[in-house]
């Protein structure tokens, strides 16, 4: 299995058979290189939103259309997507519910954010924010999605058990580095720790030190952008 950061809260996920990419925002992200779009993309099977936000949505759509690949999330965003554009598939589920992805379960799981989409008069409602807990290869990971801290991630962690948390800790939009250790170490048990949504910009924290100092015992990993880490 291999996770590979695609800079912001973007990641592709090489595991089973499956390559998911989850949440590209590759257009307009400072920390990725555009240069590098066709080599991030290739072979992708899937894409995987947590919610609405552009920060998370901005390239899926071009890359569904250029790929022929299927875009999987909440029903509502992904029901309302397909409708809207002819011959685009899309996978739409709900919390709770769990898809198979090449082999890969994939169970969505709440968080605590928002999710909309930009409109012309303002924010357009674009279904509930989620996270997920992806098994396969021997591993789960739970990716939070945008999230502070819920104690949903009490009875999730007791029932998935994830080994591996890509965790959005940047702050201000979602847990900052703080709150992400101080829920990894209350609610999960992980061997490995990805930060998440962080170093694109100056209003997010430039690095994961905090995290690490705070989780003795586990890998905190920085993620360096289209270097896959191998698990």
């Not at 962690?157 to 948390?165: E, M, N």
Request: hydrophobic fraction near 45%; charge should be negative; charged fraction near 20%.
């Amino acid at each position: 299995m291999k996770i590979t950061w695609l800079g912001h809260a973007g990641f592709r996920l090489d595991i089973e058979r499956a390559s998911i990419l989850i949440d590209p925002w590759l257009t307009g992200n400072p920390t990725f290189p555009v240069d590098r779009r066709a080599e991030a993309i290739h072979g992708a099977t899937h894409i995987l939103l947590t919610h609405g936000h552009s920060d998370h949505t901005g390239d899926a759509l071009a890359i569904a259309r250029q790929l022929k690949i299927p875009l999987v999330g909440i029903y509502d965003l992904i029901s309302w997507w397909t409708a809207q554009n002819e011959g685009l598939e899309g996978l739409g589920y709900n919390k709770g519910g769990t898809v198979d992805l090449g082999g890969a379960k994939v169970t969505m799981v709440n968080a605590c954010h928002s999710s909309s989409l930009s409109g012309v008069e303002g924010p357009v409602y674009a279904g509930a924010e989620a996270g997920y807990m992806i098994a396969g290869d021997g591993h789960v990971i739970y990716v939070s999605g945008d999230t502070d801290i819920m104690a949903d991630m009490d009875w999730m962690g007791d029932l998935h058990r994830p080994d591996i948390g890509i965790l959005n800790c940047g702050g201000h939009f979602t847990m900052d580095m703080a709150r992400a250790a101080y829920a990894a170490k209350r609610y999960f048990n992980f061997k490995t720790v990805i930060p998440s949504h962080y170093r694109t910009f100056g209003l997010l924290a430039q690095d994961a030190k905090a995290l690490a100092a705070a989780l003795p015992g586990v890998k905190v990993i920085e993620p360096q952008v289209l270097v896959g880490i191998e698990v």
